[in-house]
């Protein structure tokens, strides 16, 4: 799954903290950041800052009822 374009990324993240289970960004390179980590929020932030970064990136929920708290903001 992907973002969706014109995310509010507080809002996103405001659902992610009330999943249960880990909510992953997986960038094109690999890297992976645990969404439900505090340290790995800030470095989101700067990468959210990056468009092309952002649309090339995929998001895993480690919990099937995760998706459905942050569907809104999935394609």
Do not use: W
């Not at 969706?4 to 249960?20: A, H, I, P, Q, Y």
């Not at 992953?24 to 092309?52: C, H, R, W």
């Not at 090339?56 to 929920?61: K, L, M």
């Not at 099937?64 to 569907?71: A, E, G, H, L, T």
Request: with cysteine.
């Amino acid at each position: 799954m992907h973002l969706k374009n014109g995310v509010n990324f507080s809002d996103f993240l405001r659902s992610v903290k009330e999943c249960e289970g880990d909510i992953l960004f997986m960038t094109e390179e690999g890297d992976v950041l645990n969404l439900k980590s505090e340290l790995s929020k800030y470095v989101f932030a700067m990468i959210a800052q990056n468009p092309a970064l952002i649309a090339h990136a995929t998001i895993t929920c480690k919990v099937s009822d995760d998706q459905k708290r942050i569907q809104a903001f999935l394609t």
